[in-house]
């Protein structure tokens, strides 16, 4: 068994990436239980032949209902992920509680292999490309601090309670259904208005940006080809895009010229990390590269992102 096989339980799976994730388990032949409180995820995009349980994942009641016994391995996805969560402290400890449940109801059932999604965000404003060794990891955000908190906690049961881990950190993971990040901000805002388009901070941040297809293949690779009790790896691309293009790639697709105003400042705001690149010398040592480099990634995604909103 290897988190590929049988009856999978994803949390978060009514999202952007969990319910793409579904549907590729699904068609892979496996049976797939979603656990999501739709705070951010939608029931409509949850695919057919998935079993949804709406709850949230705070309260350990949820997860003990859905671990029954017959759930082979965890994808755990859910969380607020927000940077710019309007309640940072309630942020954290959502974070940490749903995963302490997550594990102590696999521990309880007899369930011992998780994948999580931790992100870039743990390594804070750190050297690019950054490695996965790369240390001492301070990062600048609630959200970033929730991560590397619970990695922790992931170590902690793969050391002591026999549990297999795959933690990926992700860089921006972009795609058909993405919400909440820029790509679809500039969307909706040239939507509204096609002749100007207000950027936060100053263009120029520059960050790496992965197309979900990429994500997928490359998750499921290391899942069938690290068996450590923890395996830590980097999920992005060797290449990144600036804000400014990012602008100039979404006015494209959607035909505009806008005139670009800045909010200024190097960061769009508090918690951003205005550039980041992590290395994927590990996961290419696995055999695997992304077919997408960053600006192919945005500009599929804008493509994605335009036909959804026609
Ligand atoms: N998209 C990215 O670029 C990116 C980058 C780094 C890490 N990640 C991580 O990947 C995972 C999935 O991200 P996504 O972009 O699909 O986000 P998303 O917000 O679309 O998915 C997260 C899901 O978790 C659910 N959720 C939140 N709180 C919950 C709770 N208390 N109980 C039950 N469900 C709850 C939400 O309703 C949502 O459907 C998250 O853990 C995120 O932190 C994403």
């Not at 750190?126 to 240390?135: I, L, N």
């Not at 933690?167 to 972009?174: K, L, M, S």
């Not at 830590?232 to 691309?237: A, C, E, P, Q, R």
């Not at 990012?246 to 200024?264: F, K, M, Q, R, W």
Request: glycine letters at 8%; charged letters at 25%; hydrophobic letters at 35%.
């Amino acid at each position: 068994m290897d988190l590929t096989d049988g009856r999978l339980l994803i949390t978060g799976g009514a999202g952007f990436i969990g319910t793409h994730l579904t549907e590729r388990l699904l068609a892979n032949g496996n049976d797939v239980v979603v656990v999501d409180d739709l705070s951010n995820g939608r029931e409509s995009w949850v695919p057919d032949g998935a079993e949804l349980i709406e709850g949230d994942l705070t309260d350990p009641e949820t997860i003990d209902a859905a671990i029954d016994g017959e759930i082979d391995g965890v994808f755990h996805l859910a969380a607020r992920k927000s940077v710019k969560d309007a309640n940072p402290r309630r942020q954290f400890e959502a974070n940490t509680a749903m995963t302490y449940n997550v594990l102590e109801a696999m521990d309880d059932a007899g369930v011992s292999e998780i994948a999580f999604t931790s992100s870039s965000t743990i390594y804070g404003e750190a050297p690019r490309p950054t490695p996965e060794d790369y240390a001492p990891l301070e990062p600048i955000s609630v959200y970033g601090a929730s991560k590397l908190a619970v990695e922790s906690l992931l170590s902690t049961y793969a050391h002591t309670h026999g549990m297999t881990v795959w933690n990926f950190r992700f860089a921006n993971i972009v795609g058909p259904r993405l919400r909440g990040a820029v790509i679809p901000d500039f969307v909706e805002k040239l939507r509204a208005d096609p002749e100007t388009l207000t950027i936060l901070g100053n263009g120029l941040q520059e960050k790496s940006y992965m197309y979900l297809e990429d994500c997928l293949d490359a998750m499921f690779h290391v899942i069938e080809h690290a068996d450590r009790p923890m395996n830590t790896f980097n999920l992005g691309t060797r290449t990144t895009t600036s804000v400014d293009r990012i602008a100039d790639i979404v006015s494209d697709e959607l035909g505009l010229e806008p005139e670009y105003e800045y909010t200024g400042g190097e960061r769009g705001w508090t918690g951003d990390v205005p550039r980041m690149r992590l290395s994927i010398e590990k996961l290419s040592g696995l055999g695997w590269d992304p077919e997408f480099e960053s600006d192919r990634a945005v500009r599929e995604t804008a493509r994605d992102l335009v036909a959804e909103a026609d």
